[in-house]
């Protein structure tokens, strides 16, 4: 169960990656980028895996399938831009992990690469700012070196009080990937499937000649069977760093996949359950582990994690923390763990357990918290009753084509509500009762070839995985403005047999685009294979081709 839930994540990644046209041009321009020296003034992909903001800057970071990008959160129609990754030093790829603290900024990297056992995510990195993003660094994505024995070891713990760890040895960035990353103090922490969870100090480091000044260090987590782990008390004869399957003597605690900072502590999910870590003198932690056999989560598999500031009926404030808990399998379900008593008791939100949603991301502000998931966008004022908000579509007809949200964020100083899917972003200002929806293309304006002026996307199209909604994928077919009145659509099979014929009442909400479901004209799905596609306008005829996969 854990290898097939693992499959689905890097299935999400992949569509992550692949969504979208490499280049497109914003809906909407009107004025210049607050990094305007070092950005681009488009965002290059419609896929929003994460959504964070810096109060510092009034700038919502935005975590895409090719890059980083970046709006003022104060003026949601002005220019959403990209960081320029040819002139700064950022992970190629998409962005798997995204946190901000202020003005610091920690970015992770991945994309999909052939191997042994096909297609696999490589981790690319991590890039970061103390300046808010004016200027980067960039660490390489932490692997032993290729000649390692099977187990190495490091030195843990307190100055003067260290133990030598055992480990396996990590030689490649292959299965090695950042899925999230989280800064705390001068030190950004990673966590990692093969990598486990990992930092290195991006701040007030001191150089020396010959060595690298913040290298990164790995760090112990409790194997599965380990209640707790405090500094210089690790059974070191019987402990080893190993995130194999226990069948083959590794730990499900050991894959990394969530760390969250609050204050002086650290919250990490892996495929074993939720570790609280508490920062000791010299920067050792003392840890925790809880997971759904022992303590009352939904799920071992732990993908995210958000902190929430309550007030009691009594007027006390306390703090809450979420964590996004899915199901490795067995008696485990999908939903959402909480905590109000820093991990001594765990509650679950037993309206989303019993929905079996798969939550994707959290966001909480004074009362509320939202979750988006494979089904939508949900909110609650008390935790416990959960509301579902409408699907982002305009009255114009505009609309996102998918019931999966990956992100979401809740601004209150503008009483606004981000969401980001597979197919764009959008706000509300009243909590959904109307949308404003931001998607990009690469517009046919100023197109000087056929293929420019007529195409087709997603392109091949994995009708189970993308544009998804109520039931149907859809293809998108983008084409010149001062075509629309006269758009006829026509699709043939590879015999050339026509499947269906498509007109102005197939428009997207933009007006320059048709839809298709990817049906014929029966009403049936089509089957796999190429199909092409042909526009009439004017006295103009222009073709394409889409590639129709059933997955």
Not at 243 to 248: A, E, F, G, I, V
Not at 449 to 469: C, H, I, K, L, W
């Amino acid at each position: 169960m854990i290898k097939s839930i693992l499959i689905s994540i890097i299935a999400i990644i992949g569509l992550v990656i692949c969504q979208s046209p490499e280049s497109f041009e914003l809906k909407k321009i009107e004025s210049q980028t607050y990094f305007d020296s070092i950005s681009t003034e488009e965002l290059s992909s419609n896929s929003i895996r994460h959504i964070r903001k810096s109060d510092d800057l009034d700038i919502l970071f935005l975590a895409t399938s090719s890059g980083l990008g970046f709006v003022d959160y104060n003026n949601p129609t002005d220019q959403f831009a990209m960081f320029d990754r040819d002139l700064l030093n950022l992970p190629v790829g998409g962005n798997p992990g995204l946190d901000v603290n202020g003005q610091d900024i920690a970015v992770s990297g991945v994309i999909q690469v052939e191997a042994a056992d096909g297609i696999e995510p490589e981790g690319t990195g991590i890039g970061y700012s103390s300046d808010g993003g004016q200027t980067w660094g960039f660490k390489p994505q932490p692997v032993d070196p290729s000649d390692s024995p099977t187990y190495t070891t490091f030195n843990w713990g307190e100055p003067g009080f260290e133990q030598e760890i055992r480990k396996l040895s990590v030689t490649t960035e292959i299965d090695n990937v950042s899925y999230d990353v989280a800064i705390l103090g001068d030190y950004i922490y990673a966590a990692s499937w093969a990598g486990g969870l990992q930092r290195f100090q991006f701040k007030n480091v001191l150089l020396s000649d010959g060595e690298d000044p913040n290298p990164w260090e790995p760090i112990p987590l409790p194997m599965d069977n380990e209640l707790d782990q405090e500094c210089g008390l690790i059974n070191t004869e019987e402990f080893e760093l190993n995130p194999k399957d226990p069948s083959d003597g590794g730990s499900h605690n050991h894959k990394g996949f969530s760390v969250h900072a609050v204050d002086d502590t650290l919250w990490v999910g892996t495929a074993g359950g939720i570790n609280k870590g508490v920062l000791q003198p010299g920067e050792c932690i003392n840890w925790r582990h809880y997971n759904s056999y022992r303590n009352d989560i939904s799920g071992n598999w732990v993908i995210g994690f958000a902190d929430h500031i309550l007030t009691n009926e009594i007027g006390e404030s306390f703090q809450r923390i979420w964590a996004i808990t899915w199901s490795t399998g067995g008696y485990e379900k999908y939903g959402l763990s909480y905590t109000d008593d820093g991990g001594y008791s765990w509650n679950v939100a037993e309206q989303l357990t019993s929905m079996n949603l798969r939550i994707y991301g959290i966001s909480t502000e004074e009362n509320r918290v939202f979750v988006s998931s494979d089904t939508g966008l949900y909110f609650s004022l008390d935790g416990i009753h959960w509301e579902k908000m409408s699907y982002p579509a305009e009255e114009q007809g505009e609309q996102l084509l998918t019931e999966a949200y990956f992100s979401c964020l809740h601004d209150s100083l503008n009483n606004r509500t981000w969401v980001g899917s597979p197919d764009g972003i959008a706000f509300t200002d009243n909590l959904g009762v109307s949308w404003e929806i931001i998607r990009f293309w690469n517009t046919t304006l100023n197109a000087t070839t056929e293929q420019d002026r007529f195409y087709a996307y997603p392109n091949p199209m994995y009708t189970g995985s993308y544009n998804v909604f109520q039931g149907d994928s859809f293809v998108r077919f983008v084409f010149e403005p001062q075509d629309v009145p006269e758009a006829q659509l026509a699709i043939f099979d590879f015999a050339m047999a026509k499947v269906i014929e498509l007109d102005q009442s197939h428009l997207a909400g933009n007006g320059q685009e048709i839809l298709w479901n990817c049906r014929n004209d029966w009403g049936d799905k089509v089957a796999n294979g190429v199909y092409f596609c042909r526009l009439t306008a004017s006295d103009k005829t222009l073709w394409t081709k889409v590639v129709v996969i059933n997955d």
